[in-house]
């Protein structure tokens, strides 16, 4: 009876652990679903609603005070030839020329120089003009100043063509070219867009004349500064020159410039004004032309 007892607990035993054993797994898994099912998590304390930004009052873009139409420059035309057009002188200045004064103009080739500013400060300091014809491959960025001291001193820029060739000795196409390239330079410091032109040498003939769309200007009177030229024989020359002279100087030389410098109060004395080429023909009523042979004489009117 007692063996009997001890088998039936036994059993009971074996039952009951392999029961708990097979149940543990559920028992065990079912807290965890059970929490994670009815475990309400506590409602976080809703957030305060974030006080809306007051809607910073956009500040209305005052209307830009709409610009003035800033008179939009019409853009500059690109220059085209006009076969024998008349030199226009309706923008020359010539209100500061004495009318019964003797007039004279100084022309200075081949620059721009570094005598350019000597030059231009004795222009200045007498009141006086002239003419300055440049030798566009002479340019370079160093004389930019003294490009824009030969407009601020009033003076004339006349073309002296690129490379400065003899023009009688090359094409059509590149005599236009060699005006066209110094051309285009000069419009770029005065706006301007037509200036005299000075043939190298004072070489022209016809091919010349019908490819040059500009009145050519030649001289009456030659310092002879670039033939062996001296301080004495320039001077010599500029003291002797006549009413409507257009005189022939080069920027080139540091002679030339003292012998302009110092004749200058002279000629004044003399009752002289110097003045540019394109001031001297409105003085003197003279009417210039393109595709024409050069102005070679004094201008007396
Ligand atoms: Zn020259």
Not at 13 to 24: E, H, W
Not at 108 to 118: E, I, L, N, Q, R
Not at 143 to 152: D, I, T
Request: aromatic share 10%.
């Amino acid at each position: 009876m007692k063996k009997l007892l001890a088998l039936i607990c036994a059993l009971t035993a074996v039952f009951c652990v392999g029961c708990s054993s097979s149940d543990k797994p559920a028992e065990t898994a079912a807290p965890t679903e059970a929490v994670a099912s009815t475990v309400t998590p506590e409602p976080s304390a809703t957030p305060e609603p974030t006080a809306t930004p007051e809607p910073t009052a956009t500040p209305t873009p005052e209307p830009t005070a709409t610009p003035e139409p800033t008179a939009t420059p019409e853009p500059t035309p690109v220059w085209e030839p006009v076969f024998e057009k008349e030199w226009d002188v309706s923008d020359v200045d010539i209100s500061w020329i004495d009318p019964e004064a003797k007039l004279v103009a100084f022309t200075f080739d081949d620059g721009p120089t570094k005598f350019y500013d000597d030059i231009l400060n004795t222009l200045e300091e007498n009141n006086m003009h002239a003419t300055f014809f440049v030798w566009g491959q002479q340019y370079r960025d160093a004389f930019k100043e003294a490009m824009e001291h030969v407009v601020s001193a009033g003076c004339e820029f006349g073309n002296h063509t690129w490379k400065h060739p003899y023009l009688t000795k090359i094409s059509a196409e590149e005599i236009q070219a060699e005006v066209e390239q110094t051309r285009a330079l000069l419009e770029t410091f005065t706006g301007k867009q037509e200036f005299l032109v000075r043939p190298p040498y004072g070489s022209a003939n016809a091919d010349v004349k019908a490819n040059v769309f500009f009145p050519m200007i030649n001289w009456s009177l030659d310092t002879g500064d670039w033939n062996s030229g001296t301080y004495d024989s320039v001077y010599e020359k500029l003291v002797n020159v006549k009413d409507g002279d257009i005189v022939l100087m080069h920027a080139s030389y540091k002679y030339t410039y003292e012998a302009v410098r110092d004749v200058i109060p002279v000629l004044k004395e003399q009752g002289f004004q110097i003045v540019s080429v394109s001031e001297l023909c409105k003085m003197r009523g003279k009417t210039l032309k393109a595709n024409a042979a050069p102005l070679g004489a004094r201008v007396t009117g």
